[in-house]
Structure formats: structure tokens, C-alpha cells
């Protein structure tokens, strides 16, 4: 497949996200900061990456998308981004719809939690609907090289994937995101329909909005890998370890030839070991912990890769494009190397779960905020609860599953987790380090989105701010498209280091819904152009059309403004009009005004307390007009009324204020008056009205209605 970056064609290949083509081609420049012009290059392979946003030239087009997230198909075109990106000026014609959907049990997150879940609520028959953002599932399986109860991890994956499709209660939607978490188990979630499609079909949907009721949510959401901040952390060749992996398993490609890998947990040791038996040279391996596994430390030995415990990074060198060329240590030393790895533990992507209401709590031994209380039906498992392990993941997320199901009332047999060889044990607790601190704090990057450094929190907490919520707003750390996902915890940890407090007590900023953006097209749905709004429409509205009627829009009602004939002016017609209605005759379709039908033996009390006027008096057939008041004096409304019966009454409002009028009504009739014989409906839409006016309307009349004595005596004004 070819693609086009900046007017540069790239050769992707199939299953390639734009980003892992960039990788593949060796762009490594391909931003800059915003403030600072630095260059900048990718930092993640998912939703972490905070510096390269391109705008999508071709098919519908999109303002501003992570590379990361946009996959690749023949005929892309895309433009990197320094800042935002300009909304196209041609009209959109995609199609947008929503959808609503009824689960039993909603699972949020396809990868190995999230599979175990929903394979355990939906084979016990339960109705199970399973989100995940990625075009397939399996998270962080697709990249894993462990083998799960005797398969490849990819193979295990193809098999859950076959028995979920055998469980007729199970529905699977990729490419998904859910974007909110509200009151009552109600999610929204945002499909992508086709822009993976090189040519996707007219009659398909671009996204579908997904409103989502369940019984039961298990949020299987993983977590982002977290990065240390250091002098020039934010050179292009400075990548997250576990991105740097999932280059080299998933996509195929290397994103250096010769790396340093630098951690503060087990999980970078790991992907030292990943990106060297991926075929890149990994030099060195720097970690700021006393000790580290030792099952990792002697699989490192065992490839001939150094680790230095207690070595953290003081800095990077460039060359003169400014990429990567060199990695400055503790100990003093010159590493030269084009990839600098770098792992500062994982942040459970718990947003969905605080967005629910649920609180989240610091944890020593994970290094990270995690699910404490949660405040609906609501279970979390892997990654998200800190189980990074695969088989740790697999093994909460079956838990969550069963337990979620169970709470439905349906039965679940013992679910035996899956058996995992090959996937390296995390053995060490990780720690809790966050950056390297340094005199030259204006070039150590919290959030390199906002190009905002250790200097600006430093500057924030000699100002006095201690709140991370006031922190954020000074610095606008975490206030980018990422929203703090990469940056926020991070800014967290600073904040702590240099006022003396602990995680626990500063908390996390507040995580509001969307988690990712949704479109005003995709909010609109099909409601846009004439769908925007309701149209009503009289029962005579096709004959106004055939005659030429020129209609204003009154209410929701399209009701006609005047006729013209021929090259009329509306002020000719209008002339004519009036001069008819003078003259001999005209009528007016007055079916748009409101009508409400009233029965009941106290209607006349009722009336006569709502409106200026007594109706009370009024004989059957006949009509009054009426001033209706609010409470503060001031006109509400004005009508007329007629009394059909002894105990049926017709009443007409304005046209716009038909709803107001009745509410008006029942207000009054349900909360100060219940004790009176009143009903009250609407009947809008069940009459038809015309206004006949002018000196030969009697003539029209009778000639109409034959048996009607149309004459002044028997049918008199306002009868």
C-alpha cells in the first residue's frame, strides 16, 4: 500500500498504523514543539503519543488524529502537524448515525482481561457486548511472544475470537471507543466505520454513536506506559520501551539499530530482551532501582546486555537535525545510540472508572493510581487493577467476568484461567521515579504537547500553587488533545517530589468525559439539513406547495408566508392578498396554531382562573378570545377558546407556544388545583383550521357546507 506524508510517498503494509509505516520508512523528524520549535518524532505506538498529529487529507478528511491511531490504506494522505489543524472548507458528506444497545454485561477493552472476561460471560449465555478501540482484539497479546494454554499468544487470541462468535448473546465491536461513563451504567461509545476504508461504501455510516445500557460494565482498559523526564527527553529517538517492542513484534519494524533501555521496573528489562531478539543492538540497560528481577537480569547476561542498577539518565546529545546520536549516564558515560527506551512504569487508564464516579487510590506496590471504590455495577480487572503480568491479566479479567454475570442472575461454571509460559515475571516492585531533576529544568519535558517543563512546575510551586488541579491550569500541563494521558501522573510525581508530599495526597486531576473527541457531525447524526429540526407539517401542506407558497418556518411548523405569481415581489403579493381579503374573500391555513382539547365539569373554573376573562359564562357554541398572564403579570399567551359542549372545550394558543400553554395547564391543574373535574390534551395535530375572512366569506361557507345556515342571525361573530 502506498501512502503520502507531507507529499512524500511511504510504502505501508497491511495492519500498519501510519505511525509504524513512518517507523518503517526511518522518518524520524517529524514535528516540532509549538512553543519552543524543537524537532520532535514518535514517543508510542497507541494512545500515549503526544507528539505527532497529522491532518487527513484524503476521503472525509480529519482536522487532527494521532499517527498512532489512523491505520493505513492505499491512497492515504496525511499532513504532520505542528499545533491544530484547519477544518476542511468543503461540506461534509459522510453519513453519521447512532444506535442503542441492552447488555446484561459490557466489557471495555479487547486485550487479554478483557477477552477472558467476556469469554466467561458469554458462555454462560448471558447477553455480553465487548468494546475495544483497536481493529482487532487482543491488546497487548499481538505483540507478546508467550504462549497461552499451549498456543501462540496471536493463535490464542484467533481462538477466544472463534468461541465468542459461537456464543449467539455476544456482540464485538472494534475500531470502538467509549468515550463516557455516566450515571446508571449509561455509556457512550464512538464506532469508526469506515476510515480504514480506501473506498467505503456510499451507503455505510462514517461512525455510529453508541448509547449503552448494561446491567453490568467490566472495564478491562489497560494502562499507559509512563515516561521518566530527564534533560532532552523530548528528542526524536526517545521512545516509550514497551512502544519501542510493540514496533518491532507487532508491525515488523525496528525504530533504532542500536539502543539503551532506561527503567524504574521490570517491564523495561523486558522489552530490552523483546527489541534484542527483534535483531537491534541493545548496548546498555539503565535502571534507577538498587536491584532488579533477577530471572530478567540473567536473561539480559545471557544476550550479552549490561544492566547498571541505580543509573539514571542525565541527559541526551543530537546530531544535527537534532535527533538522537548519544545517551549521557550517571556514571559519566557516552552512550552512543539512535533509540533511547524508556519506561517509567504503567498509569491504569482508570479515567472511564472515575468518570462513573468511582475513587481511585495511590498504590506503592504498583507505582501507579488504581480502581479503589467504585460507585456503580461496576468490576474491574488487568492492567487497569495493576495485573501486568499476562497471566495475571487473564486471570482478574475471567473473575471480573464471572463475577460481573453472576450479578445478573446467570449461573457460571468454575472458570479455570488460562496456563502462560514464556512471558517474563515481574519480580522486583517497581518504583516510583518520575524525573531527573537538573539546573537546566527548562529543557526537561513534562508535557511536551504543551512544551511544558520542570521549569513551569518549579515556577508554579514557588508562586504557591499546591493543588495539582491549580498546577495544571497554570502550566496547561495535561490541557492537550492526549489530555494529560502521557503527561498527567507524571506532573502528579514532580509535584510531589517538590513540595514533600506523597501521591497519595495530591490525587489526580479530574477526568471528564469524552475520553477521546466526538464529532458535532457524529452528535447530529442523520439530524442535520431539513433533519435538523422536526418539520410538521399541515394537512393541506401539499396543496400550498403545488401553488407556489413561499413558507416561514413558526415553531417547528412550515406554515405559508404569502403566494406569488409569476415575477411577484413578495410585497405584490402580499398587496394582493390584502386586497382580496378586503374586497371578496381569502383564507388562511391557521392549522399551526396550537389546539388543546379540554373536558371535564369544571373546565369553565379552571379557564376562568388562567385567563384575564370569565369563560365560564360562555354558551355552547360559542367562542371567546382570552389573555392568558403569567405570575409575574406579563402576557403568556392569547387565544381563543370555544365550548363545544356542556363539558368540551376547544382551546387555541399561538403557534410556538402550544407545548408552553398546556404545561401552563397541567401545572396549575396537577400541583394547586387537583380536586377540579379537568382534562387536558393535545390536539394539534388531530384538526385541521382555516381562517376565512373577507365580505363574500358567508357565500364560500355555504357553499362548502350546504346544510350550514350561513347567515348573520343563525351563525353570528365568534360562533
Known sequence: MKVTVDGAELVARPGDTLASALVRAGRRVLSQGIYTGRPRGLVAAGAEESNIFVQVLSGTGEPMVRATEIEAYDGLRVRTLAGKGL??????????DKTFAHTDVLVVGAGPAGLAAALAAGESGARVLLVDDQPRPGGRL?????????????????????????????????????????????????????????????????????????????????????????????????MLAASASAYAWRYGCLPGRRAVVFGAHDGSLAAAIDLADAGMEVVAVLDVRDAVGPELAAALAARGIPVHPATPVLGTLADPDGVLRAVLTSAGDTVDADLLAVSGGWNPAVELFS?????????????GFLPDQPAQRTFCAGALTGAVDVAEALATGASAG???????????????????????????????????????????????????????????????????????????????????????VLAVGV?????????????????????????FALLAGRDRGRLADPERVTAIHDWHVEHGAVFEDVGQWKRPRF??????????????????????????????????????????????????????????????????CGVDGMVLDDGTTARLSEDRWLMSTTTGNAAKVLEWLEEWRQTEWPNL????????????????????????????????????????FMA
Open 87 to 96: 477544518l476542511p472548507a468543503e461540506p461534509d458528506d459522510a453519513r453519521y
Open 142 to 238: 499481538l505483540a507478546s511472544r508467550s504462549t497461552v494454554d499451549g498456543l501462540p499468544a496471536v493463535e490464542y487470541v484467533e481462538s477466544v475470537r472463534t468461541r465468542l462468535a459461537a456464543c449467539p448473546e455476544v456482540t464485538v465491536l472494534n475500531r470502538t471507543t467509549v468515550a463516557g461513563y455516566y450515571d446508571h451504567n449509561y455509556l457512550v461509545a464512538v464506532e469508526r466505520r469506515t476510515d480504514h476504508l480506501a473506498d467505503p461504501p456510499a451507503a455505510m455510516a462514517r461512525h455510529r454513536l453508541w448509547n449503552i445500557r448494561a446491567g453490568q460494565v467490566v472495564l478491562a482498559t489497560g494502562a499507559h506506559e509512563r515516561s521518566i523526564a530527564f534533560p532532552d527527553n523530548d528528542r526524536p529517538g526517545v
Open 355 to 367: 468518570q462513573s464516579g468511582g475513587r481511585t487510590a495511590w498504590s506503592d506496590a504498583a507505582a
Open 402 to 488: 464471572a463475577a460481573a454475570t453472576r450479578a445478573t442472575g446467570h449461573e457460571v461454571s468454575e472458570v479455570q484461567p488460562p496456563v502462560v509460559t514464556g512471558s517474563a515475571r515481574h519480580q522486583e516492585p517497581p518504583a516510583a521515579y518520575f524525573f531527573v531533576d537538573s539546573a537546566a529544568d527548562d529543557r526537561v519535558f513534562i508535557d511536551m504537547q504543551r512544551d511544558a517543563t520542570l521549569h513551569d512546575v518549579r515556577r508554579a510551586v514557588g508562586a504557591g500553587l499546591t493543588s495539582i488541579e491549580h498546577i495544571k491550569r497554570y502550566t496547561t500541563i495535561g490541557t492537550a488533545a492526549d489530555q494529560g494521558r502521557g503527561s498527567g
Open 495 to 519: 509535584l510531589a517530589q517538590l513540595s514533600g508530599r506523597s501521591m497519595a495526597e495530591l490525587g489526580t486531576t479530574t477526568y471528564r468525559p469524552p475520553y477521546t473527541p466526538i464529532s
Open 563 to 628: 403566494f406569488p405569481r409569476a415575477e411577484e415581489s413578495m410585497n405584490d403579493a402580499v398587496r394582493r392578498e390584502c386586497a382580496a381579503a378586503r374586497s371578496g374573500v381569502a383564507m388562511m391555513d391557521a392549522s399551526t396554531l396550537g389546539t388543546i382539547e379540554l373536558q371535564g365539569a369544571d373546565v369553565g373554573v379552571l379557564l376562568d382562573r388562567l385567563y384575564t376573562n370569565v369563560f365560564s359564562t360562555l354558551a355552547m357554541g360559542r367562542v371567546r378570545y382570552g389573555v392568558m
Open 677 to 716: 373535574d379537568v382534562r387536558c390534551s393535545s390536539a394539534t395535530d388531530q384538526w385541521s383550521t382555516v381562517a376565512l375572512v373577507g365580505p363574500r366569506s358567508r357565500e364560500v361557507l355555504a357553499g362548502v357546507a350546504p346544510a350550514l345556515d350561513c347567515t348573520v342571525e343563525a351563525f353570528p
